[in-house]
């Protein structure tokens, strides 16, 4: 049968119609998404990004929040890469890293397989394992802070467990002795570092208070990402090790840590990020001290920023963040490649 070209013509133009009405009822979507979006976009731009820029312009400036800003270029950048003190909190976020990185992995993995296994009371275990990660940070400082007194809990529980083996102990101010841990070691053997070398001294006493502090409150944040790692490796391979013979113990290096090694990675870069702009503990315990043993780098820029410890210098404060964004830019994306790397196999 023959059909006249002109109802072909009235089909595609319908179809035509069809497909306008179309796009114009996605573009209305599209409107509507953004203006549902839009006061997010605008704090975002307002707020982080043009805060950012107005940072990096401050950087350049010397200002004091009340006056002009006076232009410097990179006075501020060659300042700070000349202060010792920034340099001492670079070094002691070192030692910080490190050593509570390391630990609240540890720990986190042993309570994460405690936990997994079926023991009586379990969920409150979790619970209260879980407590100090929840609780607020001047909370558990304030504890802290009462333990670490001279005549506090932890000095009488160490004189008493002293004195049950017949020795004795000498109260420490936890939280105002700069005596580094190697300074310590190299009394042991008779030798002696002076404070003016920090750079060979260590962590020192009250540097290590703070991380216990440190690893006590987040280790079971990460303990509850182990147990979802754990929870995703299949009972198959643990059925066959114990057929084969294979002890608990070897079964958790064979099997258990393998698998859990994704997750283990994201823990340590999440927990190198969290050292490198620790602040709270040392904003609320010790200010820096004592002999600047606690200096870290976020704690100083807030310092100078806001004229904490001596005049406003908004404009240097600004330029050590910038050179703290670099390096934490640096060290994630390193910490990034790595993850990739050796994660490809799982």
């Given at each position: 049968m023959f059909y006249p070209l002109p109802c072909f013509d009235s089909f595609l133009g319908g179809t035509l119609k069809i497909r306008g009405s179309l796009n114009r009822m996605k573009k209305k979507e599209e409107i509507a998404a953004y203006i549902f979006l839009s006061p997010y976009l605008i704090s975002t731009l307002v707020f982080t990004l043009g805060m950012i820029l107005f940072a990096l312009y401050i950087s350049l400036h010397s200002w004091n929040l009340f006056q002009r800003p006076e232009f410097v270029g990179l006075k501020n950048y060659l300042k700070a890469f000349r202060s010792e003190d920034f340099k001492r909190g670079f070094l002691n976020i070192f030692w910080y890293t490190i050593i509570v990185v390391s630990f609240q992995t540890f720990i986190a993995v042993f309570m994460a397989v405690l936990l997994f296994k079926p023991i009586p009371g379990k969920q409150l275990l979790r619970t209260l394992f879980y407590a100090p990660s929840v609780t607020s940070t001047v909370v558990i400082s304030m504890i802290f802070w009462w333990l670490y007194l001279k005549t506090g809990f932890i000095n009488l529980a160490i004189e008493k467990i002293a004195g049950l083996f017949g020795g004795s102990w000498q109260n420490v101010e936890w939280l105002n002795d700069p005596t580094g841990l190697f300074q310590l070691i190299a009394g042991i053997f008779g030798g002696k570092i002076s404070y003016d070398q920090w750079y060979f001294n260590g962590p020192s006493v009250t540097w290590m208070a703070i991380m216990a502090q440190a690893i006590y409150t987040t280790s079971p944040t990460f303990m509850i990402?182990?147990?979802?790692?754990?929870?995703?490796?299949?009972?198959?391979?643990?059925?066959?090790?114990?057929?084969?013979?294979?002890?608990?113990?070897?079964?958790?290096?064979?099997?258990?840590?393998?698998m859990l090694r994704p997750v283990t990675m994201m823990v340590v870069v999440l927990g190198t990020m969290g050292a490198i702009q620790m602040f709270d503990f040392v904003k609320i315990l010790t200010a820096g001290g004592p002999l600047g043993t606690t200096l870290v780098p976020v704690y100083q820029i807030y310092?100078?920023?806001?004229?904490?410890?001596?005049?406003?210098?908004?404009?240097?404060?600004?330029?050590?963040?910038?050179?703290?964004?670099?390096?934490?830019?640096?060290?994630?994306?390193?910490?990034?490649?790595?993850?990739?790397?050796?994660?490809?196999?799982?």
């Open positions: 990402m182990f147990l979802a790692g754990l929870v995703g490796i299949p009972a198959s391979l643990y059925e066959s090790a114990s057929i084969d013979g294979a002890s608990p113990w070897t079964q958790f290096w064979k099997i258990t840590f393998p310092s100078e920023t806001l004229g904490i410890n001596g005049p406003i210098r908004a404009g240097y404060g600004a330029a050590m963040a910038f050179i703290l964004a670099v390096v934490i830019f640096v060290l994630t994306y390193i910490q990034r490649k790595s993850i990739e790397e050796k994660t490809e196999q799982y």
